[in-house]
């Protein structure tokens, strides 16, 4: 017996109204996983955007593309060349400028206020990202290399990244020294250094590394700090306390503080303490950073 059309249309219904959950179902699920790659990554781009202070990536020249506080570069121009492509561009077909040291080469150095986030007898976090590129095995000469620096000297007051020649392994070094009341030793080391061992890095490559500190100068043991390295946590400090009386010239942010002979690209410092997903998204971000983390946009 054939079905009359009344009938057709009848069974129609009921197969839309069936079928139409299970669309709904489709579409709501296609959008979630849309947004759910979408919106932690716009709310990184946002998080960055809004607390970045400095960035420099050498496009146009040593001094940085924008600022919360000076632009400008001090910079030892003998023995420091500043290179206009090969450095890190803003896609893997890209590249823009990049400054590389000498060996005997001074620092490259900038003004801390207003560009990095101290306060004195307040609690204060803060972050710095930049890329490395440098063979440490060949191009270092020095026991402890210093590639970034900002603090009073080596043992007092001090946020470093070095490279850890004199002890086997080499090991890339992140650490914080708190106002010195008494000599380094190696428990205080222990405590408050970060190191990476395992460096098979060629000077043909780039390296990213982001710095993280938090509560320093809160008078507290909450202090915390953490290295990435390539978008990877590699280390972890916590539950110390972090006093660091700095004057003006203490706040410098220096670049091959101590006989660091490689490069340095992409500059960036941040007035938070960035984590596991922001580290990683600067590794390999997806909107060009000149654009997003100019402080004049």
């Not at 579409?27 to 990554?41: D, L």
């Not at 222990?190 to 490559?205: A, F, M, P, S």
């Amino acid at each position: 017996m054939v079905p009359v059309m009344s009938e057709l249309k009848g069974v129609s219904a009921m197969v839309w109204r069936f079928i139409t959950p299970i669309k709904c179902i489709l579409f709501c699920s296609v959008v979630s996983g849309v947004m759910g790659c979408g919106g932690p990554e716009k709310a990184i781009e946002e998080k960055l955007s809004t607390h970045v202070l400095f960035f420099s990536n050498f496009e146009k020249g040593v001094d940085a593309l924008s600022s919360a506080g000076s632009t400008l570069a001090k910079i030892d121009g003998a023995l420091t060349t500043h290179h206009i492509t090969d450095g890190v561009g803003e896609t893997d077909k890209t590249s823009d400028g990049y400054i590389s040291f000498s060996k005997g080469s001074g620092a490259l150095i900038y003004e801390g206020k207003g560009n990095f986030p101290y306060e004195e007898n307040k609690a204060w976090s803060g972050s710095v990202s930049f890329w490395m590129g440098v063979d440490p095995k060949t191009d270092l000469e020095a026991n402890y290399p210093e590639p970034f620096h900002i603090g009073k000297k080596w043992d007092d007051a001090v946020i470093f990244v070095d490279f850890d020649k004199k002890n086997s392994p080499l090991s890339l070094r992140f650490g914080c020294y708190p106002d010195k009341t008494d000599e380094v030793t190696d428990e205080m080391v222990q405590k408050r250094v970060i190191r990476v061992e395992g460096l098979n890095w060629k000077n043909t490559e780039w390296h990213h590394i982001v710095i993280s500190c938090k509560n320093f100068n809160s008078g507290k043991p909450d202090s915390e700090w953490a290295l990435y390295v390539d978008g990877v946590e590699k280390g972890r400090k916590k539950n110390l306390r972090q006093d660091l009386s700095w004057g003006p010239v203490a706040q410098s942010i220096r670049f091959n503080h101590y006989k660091y002979a490689g490069k340095i690209d992409e500059i960036a410092v941040f007035d938070i303490a960035l984590g596991p997903a922001d580290a990683k998204y600067l590794y390999k971000p997806h909107a060009a950073l000149s654009n997003l983390l100019k402080k004049d946009r």
